[in-house]
Protein backbone atom coordinates (compact mmCIF):
# COMPACT_ATOMS: atom_id res chain seq x y z
CA UNK A 1 0.00 0.00 0.00
CA UNK A 2 3.10 2.24 0.37
CA UNK A 3 5.19 0.93 -2.89
CA UNK A 4 7.50 -1.38 -3.15
CA UNK A 5 10.57 0.35 -1.20
CA UNK A 6 8.41 0.90 1.70
CA UNK A 7 7.14 -2.89 1.33
CA UNK A 8 10.93 -4.04 0.70
CA UNK A 9 12.44 -2.47 4.44
CA UNK A 10 9.15 -3.18 6.52
CA UNK A 11 9.57 -7.39 4.67
CA UNK A 12 13.00 -7.49 5.58
CA UNK A 13 12.96 -5.92 9.18
CA UNK A 14 9.57 -8.24 9.63
CA UNK A 15 11.80 -11.44 8.74
CA UNK A 16 14.31 -10.61 10.45
CA UNK A 17 12.37 -10.36 13.69
CA UNK A 18 10.24 -13.57 12.55
CA UNK A 19 13.90 -15.34 12.22
CA UNK A 20 15.42 -14.18 15.43
CA UNK A 21 17.76 -11.70 13.72
CA UNK A 22 16.45 -8.67 15.47
CA UNK A 23 14.26 -8.77 18.76
CA UNK A 24 10.37 -7.54 18.22
CA UNK A 25 10.96 -4.45 20.11
CA UNK A 26 14.03 -3.41 17.92
CA UNK A 27 11.48 -3.12 14.31
CA UNK A 28 7.85 -3.39 16.14
CA UNK A 29 6.76 0.29 16.68
CA UNK A 30 9.47 1.58 13.65
CA UNK A 31 7.44 -0.51 10.89
CA UNK A 32 4.40 1.63 12.10
CA UNK A 33 6.19 4.55 12.22
CA UNK A 34 7.00 4.00 8.53
CA UNK A 35 3.59 2.77 7.23
CA UNK A 36 1.36 4.89 9.24
CA UNK A 37 -1.87 2.46 8.76
CA UNK A 38 -4.82 4.72 8.16
CA UNK A 39 -8.04 2.37 9.40
CA UNK A 40 -8.99 1.62 5.58
CA UNK A 41 -5.81 0.47 5.14
CA UNK A 42 -6.00 -2.11 8.36
CA UNK A 43 -9.68 -2.92 7.20
CA UNK A 44 -8.02 -3.97 4.01
CA UNK A 45 -5.62 -6.47 5.25
CA UNK A 46 -8.25 -7.85 7.40
CA UNK A 47 -10.30 -8.85 4.45
CA UNK A 48 -6.49 -10.11 2.86
CA UNK A 49 -6.45 -12.44 5.60
CA UNK A 50 -9.77 -13.71 4.76
CA UNK A 51 -9.19 -13.68 0.81
CA UNK A 52 -5.99 -16.19 1.94
CA UNK A 53 -6.88 -17.91 4.73
CA UNK A 54 -5.42 -21.03 5.43
CA UNK A 55 -7.59 -23.62 3.62
CA UNK A 56 -7.91 -26.12 6.14
CA UNK A 57 -8.23 -23.82 8.67
CA UNK A 58 -11.83 -23.40 9.57
CA UNK A 59 -12.49 -27.21 9.49
CA UNK A 60 -9.61 -28.27 11.67
CA UNK A 61 -10.22 -25.63 14.27
CA UNK A 62 -14.41 -27.00 13.97
CA UNK A 63 -12.61 -30.64 14.36
CA UNK A 64 -10.75 -29.65 17.32
CA UNK A 65 -13.47 -27.47 18.86
CA UNK A 66 -15.58 -30.57 18.79
CA UNK A 67 -13.32 -32.45 20.90
CA UNK A 68 -13.43 -30.21 23.47
CA UNK A 69 -9.91 -27.68 22.32
CA UNK A 70 -10.25 -23.95 22.48
CA UNK A 71 -8.67 -22.05 19.88
CA UNK A 72 -7.20 -18.90 20.50
CA UNK A 73 -5.36 -16.34 18.44
CA UNK A 74 -2.04 -14.89 20.19
CA UNK A 75 0.13 -12.47 17.32
CA UNK A 76 2.01 -9.52 17.44
CA UNK A 77 -0.52 -8.95 14.63
CA UNK A 78 -2.94 -6.17 15.10
CA UNK A 79 -6.32 -6.54 16.70
CA UNK A 80 -8.34 -4.47 14.10
CA UNK A 81 -6.91 -6.49 11.34
CA UNK A 82 -7.25 -10.29 12.38
CA UNK A 83 -10.90 -9.94 14.15
CA UNK A 84 -12.49 -10.31 10.75
CA UNK A 85 -10.25 -13.35 10.24
CA UNK A 86 -11.29 -14.83 13.82
CA UNK A 87 -14.92 -14.28 12.95
CA UNK A 88 -15.16 -16.54 10.01
CA UNK A 89 -12.93 -18.94 11.95
CA UNK A 90 -15.51 -19.04 14.61
CA UNK A 91 -12.38 -17.69 17.26
CA UNK A 92 -13.87 -15.71 20.25
CA UNK A 93 -10.39 -14.90 21.99
CA UNK A 94 -7.41 -12.96 20.01
CA UNK A 95 -4.40 -11.42 21.79
CA UNK A 96 -3.03 -8.92 19.72
CA UNK A 97 -2.25 -5.70 19.67
CA UNK A 98 -4.72 -2.58 19.10
CA UNK A 99 -3.64 0.43 17.22
CA UNK A 100 -5.32 3.68 17.99
CA UNK A 101 -6.86 6.27 14.96
CA UNK A 102 -7.83 9.55 14.99
CA UNK A 103 -11.10 10.66 13.92
CA UNK A 104 -10.51 10.85 10.68
CA UNK A 105 -8.79 7.29 10.57
CA UNK A 106 -5.24 8.10 10.62
CA UNK A 107 -2.78 6.35 12.33
CA UNK A 108 -2.21 7.56 16.27
CA UNK A 109 -0.24 5.07 17.59
CA UNK A 110 0.14 1.28 18.92
CA UNK A 111 -0.48 0.02 22.25
CA UNK A 112 3.33 -0.48 23.48
CA UNK A 113 2.33 -1.90 26.96
CA UNK A 114 1.07 -4.82 24.90
CA UNK A 115 3.51 -7.93 25.60
CA UNK A 116 3.33 -8.88 22.33
CA UNK A 117 5.06 -6.11 21.25
CA UNK A 118 8.05 -7.51 22.35
CA UNK A 119 10.24 -10.28 22.36
CA UNK A 120 9.14 -13.12 25.12
CA UNK A 121 5.81 -11.56 25.16
CA UNK A 122 4.28 -14.36 23.96
CA UNK A 123 5.33 -16.80 26.54
CA UNK A 124 3.85 -14.23 28.80
CA UNK A 125 0.35 -13.95 27.47
CA UNK A 126 0.12 -17.76 27.53
CA UNK A 127 0.93 -17.47 31.34
CA UNK A 128 -1.82 -15.54 31.52
CA UNK A 129 -4.43 -17.55 29.48
CA UNK A 130 -3.29 -20.97 30.99
CA UNK A 131 -3.58 -19.10 34.86
CA UNK A 132 -6.93 -17.87 33.31
CA UNK A 133 -8.36 -20.90 31.31
CA UNK A 134 -7.05 -23.75 33.48
CA UNK A 135 -6.98 -25.78 30.26
CA UNK A 136 -5.52 -29.44 31.17
CA UNK A 137 -3.28 -29.00 28.07
CA UNK A 138 -1.78 -25.92 26.30
CA UNK A 139 -0.73 -26.35 22.41
CA UNK A 140 0.91 -23.77 20.45
CA UNK A 141 1.33 -23.58 16.87
CA UNK A 142 3.27 -20.61 15.49
CA UNK A 143 5.98 -20.03 12.20
CA UNK A 144 8.35 -17.17 13.95
CA UNK A 145 10.60 -17.13 16.31
CA UNK A 146 8.46 -15.13 19.23
CA UNK A 147 5.90 -18.21 18.57
CA UNK A 148 8.99 -20.46 19.26
CA UNK A 149 9.72 -18.41 22.67
CA UNK A 150 6.39 -19.98 24.30
CA UNK A 151 7.66 -23.56 23.83
CA UNK A 152 9.00 -23.35 27.79
CA UNK A 153 5.44 -22.31 28.92
CA UNK A 154 3.26 -24.63 26.63
CA UNK A 155 2.81 -28.50 26.60
CA UNK A 156 3.57 -28.64 22.95
CA UNK A 157 5.14 -26.83 20.51
CA UNK A 158 3.94 -27.17 16.58
CA UNK A 159 5.71 -25.48 13.98
CA UNK A 160 3.97 -24.27 11.30
CA UNK A 161 5.25 -23.94 7.78
CA UNK A 162 3.05 -23.61 5.43
CA UNK A 163 3.59 -19.95 4.03
CA UNK A 164 7.16 -19.71 5.60
CA UNK A 165 9.00 -22.55 6.93
CA UNK A 166 11.52 -21.01 8.85
CA UNK A 167 14.69 -23.14 9.97
CA UNK A 168 14.68 -21.94 13.78
CA UNK A 169 11.42 -22.70 14.06
CA UNK A 170 11.40 -25.95 12.04
CA UNK A 171 14.79 -27.21 14.51
CA UNK A 172 13.25 -26.07 17.98
CA UNK A 173 9.26 -27.31 17.46
CA UNK A 174 8.60 -30.76 19.00
CA UNK A 175 6.54 -31.16 15.70
CA UNK A 176 6.29 -29.56 12.46
CA UNK A 177 3.53 -29.09 10.10
CA UNK A 178 2.93 -27.59 6.64
CA UNK A 179 -1.06 -27.88 6.91
CA UNK A 180 -3.14 -27.22 9.30
CA UNK A 181 -5.43 -30.37 8.38
CA UNK A 182 -2.43 -32.42 10.35
CA UNK A 183 -2.58 -31.27 13.72
CA UNK A 184 -5.63 -33.12 14.90
CA UNK A 185 -3.06 -36.21 14.24
CA UNK A 186 -0.05 -34.50 15.93
CA UNK A 187 -2.05 -33.51 19.58
Same mark, same amino acid.
Given at each position: ?6 ? @? ?6 ? $? ?12 ? #? ?7 ? %? ?34 ? =? ?27 ? $??? !????? &?? !????? =? ?9 ? @?? &???? =? @??? %? *?? $??? =? ?10 ? *???? #? !? ?5 ? #????? #? ?12
Amino acid at each position: MRGPEIF @REVEQMTN $DAMNGKLSVEAVFG #RRLEIIRPR %MQDVEAVGRRYIETIEPTARKTINTLAAQGWLAVIV =SGGFRQAIRPLADVLGIARIEAVDLFFNP $DGE !YAGFD &ER !YPTTR =SGGKPDVMKIL @RE &ELKP =S @RVV %M *VG $DGV =SDLETKPVVDLF *VGFG #R !YTAREKV #RAGAE #RFITSLDELPGVI
